[in-house]
């Protein structure tokens, strides 16, 4: 069992920056790939970034590449998501989730382990 806690949402103006955490316990972090979700209001849950379990690995989508940075301490059981030049398209509940599988995940179906999410509005 892995117990995630995201951190680090908040109301931003466009343009501005956040940076999530995602704090996991239980079995030990590195097992697990980490991926970052979000889910807009009205809309389907989707992949925002995923790491590999040594962090030398990441892939995005395509609307926040170049804006994003999701990256991990495993000595501190910390996943993290950087986010810059946010615009109000990243309004959403983001999730932290952990996968046992082994590669990259880009699909929630592959992930065992959620967060409850934390939200960010991004306001004009």
């Known amino acids: 069992q892995v117990s995630l806690v995201e951190s680090g949402g908040g109301l931003v103006q466009v343009g501005g920056s956040l940076r999530l955490s995602c704090a996991a316990s239980g079995r030990p972090f590195s097992n697990y790939i980490m991926g970052w979700f979000r889910r807009a209001p009205g809309k389907a849950r989707e992949f925002v970034a995923v790491?590999?379990?040594?962090?030398?690995?990441?892939n995005y989508t395509d609307s926040v590449k170049g804006r994003f940075t999701v990256s991990r301490e495993n000595a501190k059981s910390t996943l993290y998501l950087q986010m810059n030049n946010l615009n109000a398209e990243d309004t959403a509940v983001y999730y932290c989730a952990a996968s046992a599988m082994p590669g990259i995940k880009t699909t929630s179906n592959h992930y065992d382990y959620w967060g409850q999410g934390t939200q960010v509005t991004v306001s004009s």
């Open positions: 790491i590999s379990r040594s962090g030398s690995r990441t």
